[in-house]
């Protein structure tokens, strides 16, 4: 009974949302500090901008998009990637709202909806933007940009 009750504990557990907690990175210029900062936000995603604070003499560096799954994670779990990426590119991430948050009268989301917002969010961030799709978002995200072609 015990051992029964555990896993129905443990099934319906809500689990805090962690903090990325990237606080400065090291560019070819030396350490620099970054700011996380919520730049497009809709109701089932925010996309989170890792703003580094490089001097203005510094070239553009690429800008990438990572699009995190969204089936129970957080972005944050992708922490290690954003942290590697961050010296020689301008990272953007996808951070999925869960579902049972948002409010019924904000409607549904389904695969099309996914497929809107990774447009939506690339037409946002403009041209020569690289996607980064970390495991589920890998058929939205081709999809998205089939469509986009």
């Known amino acids: 009974m015990a051992a ?3 896993m129905f504990e443990r099934t319906t557990r809500r689990y805090g949302k962690p903090a990325v907690g990237l606080h400065d990175t090291v ?3 030396g350490k620099v ?4 900062e919520i730049v497009w936000s809709h109701p089932f995603c925010n996309l989170l901008h890792f703003a580094r604070n490089v001097p203005s003499s510094h070239a553009p560096d690429p800008r990438i998009l990572i ?3 969204m089936s129970g994670h957080y ?3 992708l922490r290690g990637t954003v942290e590697a990426l961050l010296p020689s590119a301008d ?3 996808t951070d999925w709202i ?3 948050m ?3 009268t904000e409607g549904t989301f389904d695969f099309d909806d996914y497929i809107d917002y990774v447009i939506e969010m690339l037409r946002f961030l403009g041209p020569d933007t690289h996607v980064i799709a970390v495991c589920q978002p890998s058929v939205p995200v081709l999809a998205a940009v089939a469509l986009m072609e």
């Open 91 to 93: 990272v953007y991430i």
């Open 27 to 29: 560019v070819e210029e």
């Open 98 to 100: 869960d579902a049972r």
């Open 4 to 6: 029964s009750l555990e």
């Open 102 to 104: 948002v409010p019924m």
């Open 75 to 77: 972005a944050t779990l």
């Open 67 to 69: 699009v995190a799954p």
């Open 33 to 36: 500090a970054v700011r996380e």
